[in-house]
């Protein structure tokens, strides 16, 4: 087949293509513009690494909330587990395993993960990219708009843009769109001939429930003498999850070797928080800084935030410099989350106890749920076009295709039903090779037309 990839950015990062990213947020403060790389590859050019499928009963199970969950099952991604793991370079047969034992009361199992080296797109796929038949790369070609044909059902073509302001149409027989979640909700939304038609409507959910993962600053502990300072990490059961009906979580228990700092100024904020560390009033400037001494023990932890729909992607008035509407983003919690918060804080702590492993101090607002959170997000955006089994749920089917069109697609986290608590680039990749399939049957039932 013949496929054209567009790359808003060009080769490597520059700071005109970056300000495109540039949004507003009107919720929990959520670093978008720093957190998403727009040149080829993408954020992997920055990704960490860590990988966790998602398991049966993400699927399985649905939120406790007024929008339902998966409309598929595990089994139609799994198979497509071993070809993920070998774009990120994770050796085939190569099991998710833990560093650490699970705790005892049931509630929290060790948590199995892999790390990528991490792969990074563009170096890995260069010369696939320069040389594969059928394969062009437009560089610095940005999407201004989607030109739906309502008669069709389809849409006709990309409109496209260079940075001097150029436009062209780009046609093809079907499109993907696989920008990231803020941005594939953008681009629906910005949409005229999409809204005309009817297919992006005001009432219905593009941009709607987006999602994170939180990064909650739990509190601390201190481990029985004897006990090992590695670090551990813990996932949910689903047992836990079953009896709170709350969400899953990753928690990590970290005892510090060194005061974290960074930035430009961070060898001096190491010496200076050293030196509160060492004078003991560290506790007394924390509404100068708050930052923790070696020797402590902290909790982080990756937690599951349920669909939302209030949490959105909305566009402005406000236009960038390509004539592409910007947009806002209101991230917002639940009940839901803070109840799942305060769920695994609270049996983090009892387990804790109960096992002789140590103690743990908890911060007020996680069992407080009337206080203000403090978190922060892990950059994982998911949600805002939801896979669904109609257009009243949700933004694509399950081929995660558009509703209302016959051959616009949607790729990436945006297509996630609900986030679970595992990073999303393993169960991302899954569904794009389930995709790029889907596509490779379609095109050979119409009787191997070129794409």
């Known amino acids: 087949w013949r496929v054209a990839l567009l790359e808003g950015g060009g080769h490597e990062f520059t700071p005109r293509s970056q300000q495109l990213y540039t949004c507003t947020s009107t919720g ?73 034992e699970g705790l005892d009361g049931g509630e929290f199992e060790a948590d199995r993960f892999l790390l990528s080296p991490p792969t990074r797109f563009a170096q890995k796929y260069a010369s696939a990219l320069e040389d594969t038949p059928g394969l062009d790369v437009f560089i610095n070609c940005n999407c201004v708009d989607l030109l739906f044909d309502e008669g069709a059902g389809r849409l006709q073509a990309v409109l496209v843009s260079d940075y001097d302001g150029k436009r062209q149409q780009v046609k093809a027989r079907n499109y993907i769109l696989a920008m990231g979640a803020i941005e594939n909700a953008r681009q629906l939304l910005n949409s005229g001939s999409l809204a005309a038609a009817g297919v992006m409507r005001k009432d219905g959910l593009t941009g709607r429930c987006f999602m994170e993962h939180l990064n909650i600053d739990m509190g601390t502990f201190i481990l029985k003498s004897g006990e090992g300072t590695d670090p551990r990490q813990y996932f949910t059961t689903d047992a836990f999850v079953a009896e709170y009906q709350a969400g899953k979580g990753n928690v990590q228990a970290a005892v510090l070797a060194d005061v974290q700092t960074y930035g430009r100024t961070a060898e001096v904020k190491h010496f200076l928080e050293n030196l509160a560390c060492e004078m003991g009033v560290s506790s007394k400037i924390e509404f100068v800084a ?46 839901h989350d803070r109840h799942t918060i305060k769920c695994i804080g609270s049996e983090l702590a009892k387990q804790f106890a109960a096992t002789g492993l140590g103690f743990v101090k908890l911060n007020d607002f996680v069992y407080d749920t009337s206080l203000p959170l403090k978190l922060s997000p892990h950059a994982h955006h998911m949600g805002t076009t939801r896979m669904a089994a109609s257009a009243e749920t949700g933004v694509v089917d399950a081929d995660c295709k558009v509703f209302g069109t016959d051959n616009l697609y949607v790729a990436g986290s945006s297509v996630f039903a609900t986030g679970g608590a595992s990073n999303p680039t393993m169960p991302l990749l ?21 794409a």
């Not at 790389?37 to 860590?50: C, E, K």
């Not at 089994?75 to 070809?83: F, Q, R, V, W």
């Not at 899954?430 to 070129?450: C, M, T």
Request: some cysteine; aromatic content about 10%; proline content about 7%.
């Open 28 to 100: 929990l403060e959520m670093y978008a513009h720093e957190t998403r790389l727009r040149y080829l590859g993408g954020t992997s050019n920055h990704w960490a690494g860590r990988c966790r499928p998602f398991t049966a009963s993400d699927f399985a199970v649905p939120p406790p909330v007024d929008v339902p969950g998966w409309p598929i099952s595990y089994s139609d991604i799994e198979p497509y587990l071993a070809g993920a793991m070998d774009i990120v370079d994770l050796p085939q047969g190569a099991q998710f395993h833990a560093i650490n």
């Open 290 to 335: 708050k930052f923790s001494c070696p020797g402590d023990g902290v909790i982080s932890t990756l937690i599951e935030q349920f669909p939302n729909a209030q949490s959105r992607i909305s566009l402005l008035d406000e236009r960038d410099e390509l004539d592409v509407a910007k947009v806002n983003v209101n991230w917002v919690l639940s009940d």
């Open 430 to 450: 899954q569904f794009a090779l389930r995709l790029a399939e889907h596509l490779d049957q379609k095109l050979r039932l119409q009787h191997g037309a070129a």
